[in-house]
């Protein structure tokens, strides 16, 4: 597939799966052996199904979550991704009680594209910046000597 299929397959996915919600688009955009890597969270196995899972709890808690395209490359089979996700906590994750708290949230995915489907993808997020616009956690500070 050329750099552009490749590049589509990846903006329909997360367009149809975040922006729409449309979970099944896992099972015909993603193999059935697809891997997952995120330094945030361990991939919880199960291709398109653990998928789902892992992030379930997410889209339950941003349900009014809408994912912007900021830039996007690609070569051979890889598809860089930049992405900015605005969204509303109204539902709980895990540790953290629903708090209404409006995010921004930046994140950087690359994946493997084989066969017309999403094979591999490691994943970048800002989930420290997430966490201190839920009020959840503090900056760390400079101190001054």
């Known amino acids: 597939m050329s750099a552009e299929e ?18 099944q688009i896992v099972n015909e955009l993603h193999t059935s052996d697809y891997q997952h890597h995120d330094p945030n969270a361990p991939d919880p196995g199960g291709g398109a199904e653990g998928y789902i899972r892992r ?59 084989s066969d017309g489907r999403i094979a591999e993808e490691w994943e970048l997020f800002d989930a420290l910046g997430m966490l201190r616009q839920l009020g959840t956690s503090t900056s760390p500070g400079l101190t001054e000597s």
């Open 6 to 23: 490749n590049k589509a397959i990846v903006r329909r996915f997360y367009d149809e799966f975040f922006n729409k919600g449309n979970l």
């Open 55 to 113: 992030n379930s709890v997410f889209l339950k808690a941003f349900p009014d979550r809408l994912l912007t395209f900021e830039d996007q490359v690609a070569e051979g089979d890889k598809v860089a991704t930049r992405i900015t996700m605005c969204a509303t906590q109204t539902g709980d994750l895990p540790g953290i009680r629903a708090t209404g708290r409006a995010v921004t949230i930046e994140s950087m995915h690359i994946c493997r594209i």
